[in-house]
């Protein structure tokens, strides 16, 4: 769940001199004067067949822009390329019209190392320009995003992100113990009736959260415990306070914590208490770049509460805000649309669902589908593959078009390499996330299914990475075992090969698998087919007489009685 930080920060050089174990980054509360003369502006705003008029247009960018580094120097076949539309500039001086990517390349060993942090690290800094507008149009006719100036650079006075952490060994408890030492001061500040203070404070935090998030192998231990602390000491309460304050600064940041900080019983909190500001609060600043991003952040993370907390948020205008975003170009923003749409299907029911097809979801699904950031394509291709499981709106979701873009994902797509391609999936999805796509592998649709099994073995992959012992356990008990082995066995192939990859990781037999071409069936396939379908005590009769594909469609009622040996009449029938 890391973020870029955005913040303008006016840090003095001598803070890297601290000789605190934690490094205080009070200096960076202080917001440039650009930024404060211009608080709000407007996100990118397109229709439907812009966007995807628009994602072509980018793909050509990036595919000549992609294969080369800041510097001209070819990047490494093993190396990851990371872009974000949203930092392009318009080099109006010397190319009028023309997008300039900056890209930042990070190599896959440095990516995935044991301490899980690339060690070129940078949090991003945003600065308006000073003719910036909030729509400005590029000499091809296409809308652009508001102009940005992007300053790479490390953490304020420090070389490394994790300031907060001790410098001995790390453990999950030493790691805790000292997140939660700085945490008590962080929001003790928050009472400050200083904004600069509370801006500071607030800062702190989130970094501390994303860092736990990030954490390998017990990050999300580590991220759970500090939300509830963050809970339990009022820090929470008076976060959500601040998401009605009339300080802009102050309520940016306070969203932004809170979005990090939404975990399953901080969710329960919020829906008790505070439900209905923190919606109003998302509804109010939908045109606005920085808190449309952590807005849709916090909408994707109530979706995934409840059925009844899905439609409260619907009514609130939570559903709205979602798809008004879809139309910007951030790809943060982008992809909290695509998750938050995917989580509304799965948590949502029947009744919810009906209502992303009145505000036409999968109309807006379709450019995400389309988009050239993974992460967004793939939640973008199962919340339409769990609308479609839905026999009622089926129709209606066919006529979007989408669906026909999941089985092209699949087929391009590994799960293993997939789950690495996004930091977000460095945990994988919790238990009840897990259950909730269960039913979607019992789907008649092929695509549903697919995608369904793709997950599951994406996840088996990770979850395996963290406690091999431990995963078979979980998805046991999540009771994911039994449907998995019935799509592993089942004639859809693609989803046969994504299950019994799973069902491999996890630890569980594969059963056999069928081709749905009965005529090629051989006579071990037949003994097989009858024993699914639970005439096991007839599979050695069908072997003594040699009964292949062929001869099994041509099979009377007689054969079954006088050769097989089925007396009973009933289940002959059957």
Same mark, same amino acid.
């Given at each position: 769940?890391?973020?870029?930080?955005?913040?303008?920060?006016?840090?003095?050089?001598?803070?890297?001199?601290?000789?605190?174990?934690?490094?205080?980054?009070?200096?960076?509360?202080?917001?440039?004067?650009?930024?404060?003369?211009?608080?709000?502006?407007?996100?990118?705003?397109?229709?439907?067949?812009?966007?995807?008029?628009?994602?072509?247009?980018?793909?050509?960018?990036?595919?000549?822009?992609?294969?080369?580094?800041?510097?001209?120097?070819?990047?490494?076949?093993?190396?990851?390329?990371?872009?974000?539309?949203?930092?392009?500039?318009?080099?109006? /001086?010397?190319?009028?019209? &023309?997008? *300039?990517?900056? #890209? +930042? %390349?990070?190599?896959?060993?440095?990516?995935?190392?044991? @301490?899980?942090?690339?060690?070129?690290?940078?949090?991003?800094?945003?600065?308006?320009?000073?003719?910036?507008?909030?729509?400005?149009?590029?000499?091809?006719?296409?809308?652009?995003?508001?102009?940005?100036?992007?300053?790479?650079?490390?953490?304020?006075?420090?070389?490394?992100? /994790?300031?907060?952490?001790? &410098?001995? *060994?790390?453990? #999950? +408890? %030493?790691?805790?113990?000292?997140?939660?030492?700085?945490? @008590?001061?962080?929001?003790?500040?928050?009472?400050?009736?200083?904004?600069?203070?509370?801006?500071?404070?607030?800062?702190?935090?989130?970094?501390?959260?994303?860092?736990?998030?990030?954490?390998?192998?017990?990050?999300?231990?580590?991220?759970?415990?500090?939300?509830?602390?963050?809970?339990?000491?009022?820090?929470?309460?008076?976060?959500?306070?601040?998401?009605?304050?009339?300080?802009?600064?102050?309520?940016?940041?306070?969203?932004?914590?809170?979005?990090?900080?939404?975990?399953?019983?901080?969710?329960?909190?919020?829906?008790?208490?505070?439900?209905?500001?923190?919606?109003?609060?998302?509804?109010?600043?939908?045109?606005?770049?920085?808190?449309?991003?952590?807005?849709?952040?916090?909408?994707?993370?109530?979706?995934?509460?409840?059925?009844?907390?899905?439609?409260?948020?619907?009514?609130?205008?939570?559903?709205?805000?979602?798809?008004?975003?879809?139309?910007?170009?951030?790809?943060?923003?982008?992809?909290?649309?695509?998750?938050?749409?995917?989580?509304?299907?799965?948590?949502?029911?029947?009744?919810?669902?009906?209502?992303?097809?009145?505000?036409?979801?999968?109309?807006?699904?379709?450019?995400?589908?389309?988009?050239?950031?993974?992460?967004?394509?793939?939640?973008?291709?199962?919340?339409?593959?769990?609308?479609?499981?839905?026999?009622?709106?089926?129709?209606?979701?066919?006529?979007?078009?989408?669906?026909?873009?999941?089985?092209?994902?699949?087929?391009?797509?590994?799960?293993?390499?997939?789950?690495?391609?996004?930091?977000?999936?460095?945990?994988?999805?919790?238990?009840?996330?897990?259950?909730?796509?269960?039913?979607?592998?019992?789907?008649?649709?092929?695509?549903?299914?697919?995608?369904?099994?793709?997950?599951?073995?994406?996840?088996?992959?990770?979850?395996?990475?963290?406690?091999?012992?431990?995963?078979?356990?979980?998805?046991?008990?999540?009771?994911?075992?039994?449907?998995?082995?019935?799509?592993?066995?089942?004639?859809?192939?693609?989803?046969?090969?994504?299950?019994?990859?799973?069902?491999?990781?996890?630890?569980?037999?594969?059963?056999?698998?069928?081709?749905?071409?009965?005529?090629?069936?051989?006579?071990?396939?037949?003994?097989?087919?009858?024993?699914?379908?639970?005439?096991?005590?007839?599979?050695?009769?069908?072997?003594?007489?040699?009964?292949?594909?062929?001869?099994?469609?041509?099979?009377?009622?007689?054969?079954?009685?006088?050769?097989?040996?089925?007396?009973?009449?009933?289940?002959?029938?059957?």
């Amino acid at each position: 769940m890391s973020e870029d930080r955005v913040a303008a920060a006016n840090a003095s050089s001598s803070s890297s001199s601290s000789s605190s174990s934690f490094h205080r980054i009070a200096s960076e509360t202080g917001l440039s004067a650009k930024s404060r003369s211009s608080k709000t502006h407007k996100s990118f705003e397109r229709t439907q067949s812009e966007v995807a008029l628009e994602n072509r247009g980018h793909e050509r960018i990036l595919k000549r822009t992609s294969s080369y580094d800041k510097d001209g120097e070819k990047v490494s076949e093993h190396s990851q390329v990371y872009w974000d539309l949203s930092k392009a500039v318009e080099d109006n /001086k010397s190319h009028p019209g &023309k997008v *300039k990517i900056s #890209l +930042q %390349t990070i190599h896959q060993k440095e990516e995935l190392d044991s @301490k899980g942090q690339s060690k070129r690290r940078f949090s991003v800094e945003y600065k308006r320009t000073a003719n910036a507008s909030s729509v400005v149009t590029s000499g091809s006719g296409i809308h652009s995003p508001p102009v940005l100036t992007v300053e790479a650079s490390p953490r304020v006075g420090t070389q490394t992100p /994790k300031d907060f952490f001790p &410098k001995t *060994k790390r453990t #999950l +408890q %030493t790691d805790m113990a000292a997140c939660k030492m700085v945490m @008590k001061q962080d929001m003790e500040k928050l009472k400050d009736e200083s904004t600069t203070v509370q801006c500071g404070a607030l800062k702190e935090i989130l970094h501390i959260l994303e860092d736990a998030w990030a954490t390998p192998q017990y990050g999300r231990d580590l991220a759970y415990g500090l939300c509830d602390y963050l809970r339990l000491e009022g820090g929470l309460d008076t976060i959500v306070t601040n998401c009605n304050s009339t300080v802009y600064e102050v309520q940016l940041e306070s969203a932004r914590v809170l979005e990090q900080s939404l975990t399953l019983t901080n969710r329960d909190h919020i829906v008790k208490h505070g439900l209905e500001l923190v919606v109003t609060m998302s509804r109010k600043n939908k045109d606005d770049f920085y808190m449309c991003r952590a807005s849709t952040g916090i909408i994707e993370n109530l979706f995934k509460h409840s059925q009844d907390t899905c439609g409260r948020v619907i009514h609130l205008g939570g559903l709205g805000v979602v798809l008004y975003s879809c139309r910007s170009a951030d790809k943060k923003t982008l992809r909290h649309c695509a998750v938050a749409l995917a989580n509304l299907a799965l948590y949502g029911g029947a009744e919810n669902q009906q209502e992303m097809i009145v505000n036409k979801a999968p109309e807006w699904l379709f450019p995400l589908a389309f988009s050239d950031d993974d992460s967004i394509r793939y939640y973008a291709c199962l919340a339409i593959s769990v609308l479609s499981a839905n026999k009622q709106i089926e129709v209606d979701v066919l006529k979007s078009g989408t669906l026909d873009l999941v089985q092209p994902f699949l087929i391009t797509h590994n799960p293993a390499e997939f789950a690495y391609s996004d930091r977000s999936h460095i945990h994988g999805r919790d238990n009840e996330w897990l259950r909730q796509l269960i039913p979607v592998l019992g789907s008649k649709r092929k695509e549903a299914q697919s995608l369904a099994a793709f997950h599951f073995a994406m996840e088996a992959g990770i979850k395996a990475e963290q406690n091999r012992k431990e995963v078979k356990k979980v998805f046991q008990e999540i009771g994911a075992v039994d449907p998995l082995k019935k799509v592993a066995s089942s004639p859809n192939k693609l989803a046969s090969k994504f299950a019994a990859e799973a069902l491999r990781i996890v630890g569980e037999d594969v059963p056999y698998s069928l081709t749905p071409q009965v005529p090629l069936w051989t006579v071990t396939d037949v003994k097989h087919w009858v024993t699914q379908v639970c005439f096991g005590d007839y599979a050695e009769a069908f072997g003594k007489f040699q009964v292949d594909g062929d001869l099994l469609l041509m099979i009377t009622e007689a054969n079954l009685r006088d050769d097989i040996g089925m007396a009973n009449g009933i289940t002959r029938k059957r």
